[in-house]
């Protein structure tokens, strides 16, 4: 097995996947100096194994909506088409995965300490200053790149305005990060022509030695470990040995058109999935895919009129989606916006080791565009008890807002140094009972009250100082659900 790789002179070169393999070889042993479990082809299959296995218990208890959305991030696209989807065999998944993993470790040349001259760096133009954003994060990198050689791109679009991604050589990074640096140290351009502000910085930056080390700026953080350009041009010349073993894995007996349709998300268009000839036009105007070109060539609608042709245009379609998605920026922004606004959906659940898209997902909803909106954001591991519904049993009927208060009251009780007002004791009399004057029931006496029973603490030990969202602890589930509650209490007064 070999792979076509982009050389730094910029000549192609062809190299093996397994260089130390002959002929004479009757076995071979991975090694690693760190582990195989941080290779990244084995780290991968492991990260699908779990996804596939979590899924497949929360079908067996009932828990996975059988005509959910889905998408998946980067790797998660695989986890997410194997285990939601289930049109491809765990061994099919794990081949086709750890082949990409193969892939993407040698499509960049290493010299004799093993050590390659690309790097990954996370950026948040929002600490630039006002008024920057990711238009004028793309007017930097085309800058850099038009007046310097070498790979700078933009590979990962997390979330919109603050998270970005950026692969390329060490010294374009490098350079990136003094430019940035440079635009944060001036003020805005009164006239907002960027283009003609960031000119000047880039070259003011090139004119000077660049040390290529990798270190923090003022809107830059070097990921560490990554010596490797993730979702960027160069791997396009891994995509044609890439799609080959997706056309062998991904059969047409497996696809079942309606578990991918308007269902399924891929990174590459963040449009819902869809045979049509608009769908393949998109994909072809994204990656100049000559298959994508054949297609549309040959295009007659009547051709939809067949399920067995549809399938078989799925599959092709899901092909190049794959096959160009590892060479591809990761649009996760639009993806977020299809999921979160589009299509309403109102309950979010990520399945992975740790709860990165729930993080994005949480920033997201806090932006403008989605004020107001309500969306339960969990974790396959952080939430599970709210996604097993094993956290309260009992709340599958809503107390009354009395009960809440009554057992609020009892647990703010502290269980030493009790202080009560005096009262007058209460005596029995034998002419009429003196009426008892009504005490108005103060709006944040109930507020308090809820919020403690939310909160599962004493009214003691929560201050009515503190904001809803410092007492939750985070947890934007649990914050959506008392100001849900807190609004159908007092409504929109």
């Known amino acids: 097995m070999s792979l076509t790789r982009k050389c730094s002179g910029g000549k192609d070169e062809i190299v093996p996947l397994f260089p130390e393999i002959t002929l004479d070889s009757s076995s071979y ?5 760190t582990g195989l479990l941080n290779s990244t082809q084995f780290t991968q299959t492991i990260l699908i194994t779990f996804a596939m296995a979590a899924v497949a218990d929360m079908r067996t208890n009932s828990l996975a909506q059988k005509d959910a959305v889905f998408a998946g991030h980067s790797l998660g696209e695989y986890a997410a088409l194997s285990s939601i989807s289930s049109i491809l ?8 995965v750890f082949f990409r993993g193969m892939l993407m470790q040698s499509a960049v040349e290493r010299d004799n300490q093993g050590r390659s001259q ?43 305005g603050s998270q970005y991604v950026v692969a390329g050589t060490l010294y374009q990074l490098a350079v990136l990060h003094l430019v940035l640096d440079g635009v944060a140290k001036q003020d805005s351009p009164t006239d907002g022509d960027w283009q ?26 070097p990921l560490p470990g990554i010596d490797v350009p993730f979702h960027s041009s160069q791997f396009l010349s891994g995509v044609e040995e890439f799609r080959s073993l997706l056309q062998d894995k991904i059969r047409l007996e497996n696809i079942d058109y309606s578990a991918l349709h308007l269902r399924y998300i891929p990174n590459l268009t963040a449009v819902p999935f869809e045979v049509s000839r608009e769908y393949f036009s998109l994909v072809h105007s994204i990656t100049k895919s000559p298959v994508a070109a054949s297609v549309l060539d040959t295009w007659s609608d009547t051709a ?34 299809i999921l979160l606004g589009k299509l309403g959906v109102r309950r979010l659940v990520e399945i992975g080791f740790s709860p990165v898209l729930c993080g994005m997902a949480t920033k997201t909803l806090k932006s403008e565009a989605f004020i107001g909106k309500r969306v339960d954001v969990l974790h396959i591991e952080r939430d ?13 009927t809503k107390p009354t807002l009395s009960a809440m208060l009554a057992q609020s009251e009892q647990s703010s ?3 030493t140094t009790v202080v009560v007002e005096p009262i007058a004791p209460i005596v029995q009399s034998s002419g009429s009972a003196t009426p008892l004057v009504d005490v108005p ?20 030990d929560v201050s009515t100082a503190k904001s809803i969202k410092s007492l939750v602890g985070g947890k934007s589930t649990l914050q959506n659900e008392i100001v849900g509650d807190l609004h159908k209490e007092f409504g929109s007064k």
């Open 29 to 33: 042993t991975y090694r690693s100096p």
């Open 384 to 396: 599970r008890d709210a996604i097993y519904y094993t956290q309260q049993r009992h709340e599958a």
């Open 413 to 415: 009780l502290p269980a």
């Open 196 to 221: 003609a502000h960031i000119s000047p910085i880039v070259s003011d930056v090139l004119a000077k030695p660049i040390d290529s080390q990798p270190v923090r700026g003022r809107a830059t953080i």
């Open 89 to 96: 065999a765990l061994e099919d998944i794990l081949d086709i």
């Open 441 to 460: 029931l103060q709006a944040l006496d109930v507020v308090h009250a809820l919020v403690a029973y939310k909160v599962k603490r004493s009214q003691a």
């Open 118 to 160: 690309y790097g990954m760096a996370a950026v948040d133009p929002l600490r630039l200053g006002r008024g920057v954003d990711e238009s004028v994060l793309t007017l930097a990198i085309n800058a850099i790149c038009e007046h310097s050689n070498g790979l700078l791109e933009v590979v990962n679009y997390n979330v919109r």
């Open 304 to 337: 939809l009129g067949s399920e067995e042709n549809v399938a078989d245009l799925a599959v092709t379609l899901l092909v190049e989606l794959l096959a160009y998605q590892f060479a591809s920026p990761v649009q996760w922004i639009d993806t977020q916006d």
